[in-house]
């Protein structure tokens, strides 16, 4: 079978020849950047859980939802080929660069998605592993082989994906899902699509040439900033909402205050400017909230691990009931 034949949406039209694939581009497939966010927010669940684990089923847990997340991002990378071809943000990943092949993506991705998903199965339970398996599928094929190409709302379903990790490192620590492990999933979800709509305000050429109904090509720039005003507003008391949890404490509750008034004030700045003053500076506001944004989901995840560690001193009460004093 050849590589176009992998990925009906490929075709061999302007393909490069492969060079020999290094240690480096096999991890690029991975999309490291991506993997660091999903490897934290795993971590940062399975250590608030109320569960003691022990720190080598801990590592290993991590360690395969870490392959399972990279798993999901080559298999990504080998159904996005044609699209990465077009767009400047995308164009130099390994495969539209040439330096390997769609059939070493695919197969990879598979091996990757089967090791990752089977062995964390065997090192925690099977919920985790079951997790994890829904989370790589939903990622593959719901958001990039259907959601991406098809709907503006990509973003806003798709983001589920990446909400999953502290779902499945609470799985690994307790083997159940819980109103904190929820709750957590939908700070996530909730946050992701201000978070990629900022950016297709200003990458928004990327997504034209490329075919990707992203919002600001089907409905524009001004119902895009609408939108993030919007669901910014909506992540406010989802994200307060954590604090009223066992896993709730007063550095969650400073830091829930402070950087949702930061994003907020974010989301005014993008929504009251027009085209005219955004392309003047470069849509700097625009990459200023995007670069925020991704300091607001870090400190929110930082805080329910301060929280975590003074609750297991013993400095705080062991639930929001003694700790809101209600």
Request: charged share 10%; proline share 5%; hydrophobic share 55%.
């Amino acid at each position: 079978m050849s590589d176009a034949s992998l990925n009906p949406s490929t075709t061999t039209a302007g393909s490069t020849q492969p060079q020999e694939a290094g240690f480096g581009d096999f991890f690029a497939l991975l999309k490291p950047r991506v993997m660091s966010l999903v490897v934290f927010t795993a971590l940062v669940g399975l250590l608030a859980a109320p569960v003691s684990v022990n720190p080598v089923v801990g590592f290993t847990a991590i360690l395969f939802i870490a392959i399972g997340g990279g798993a999901s991002g080559a298999l990504n990378m080998w159904w996005d080929a044609d699209i990465d071809r077009i767009m400047k943000r995308t164009k130099s990943r390994p495969i539209p660069a040439g330096r390997i092949t769609e059939g070493e993506a695919f197969g990879f991705g598979i091996a990757l998605s089967a090791i990752s998903v089977i062995m964390l199965g065997l090192a925690t339970n099977l919920v985790a592993a079951g997790l994890l398996a829904f989370t790589i599928f939903f990622y593959v094929v719901i958001y990039s082989m259907w959601l991406k190409r098809w709907t503006p709302q990509n973003i806003v379903i798709g983001g589920a994906a990446g909400a999953f990790p502290p779902m499945i490192g609470w799985a690994a620590a307790t083997g159940s899902i819980s109103v904190e492990s929820v709750l957590m999933f939908t700070l996530i979800f909730v946050w992701t699509p201000p978070h990629f709509w900022s950016l297709a305000l200003f990458m928004k050429s990327d997504y034209d040439e490329a075919g990707v109904p992203m919002l600001t090509s089907t409905h524009g720039r001004r119902v895009t900033r609408n939108h993030i005003l919007v669901y910014t507003l909506l992540l406010v008391p989802v994200s307060f909402a954590l604090a009223f949890t066992s896993i709730g404490g007063p550095a969650y509750l400073i830091a829930g205050v402070l950087l949702n008034a930061l994003f907020l004030r974010g989301a005014w700045n993008i929504w009251r400017r027009d085209e005219t003053a955004a392309e003047a500076d470069g849509y700097a506001t625009e990459k200023t909230v995007f670069k925020h944004s991704l300091y607001y989901l870090f400190g929110l995840f930082v805080a329910i691990l301060i929280d975590s560690a003074l609750r297991s001193a013993d400095l705080l009460a062991a639930g929001p009931i003694n700790f809101w004093g209600v």
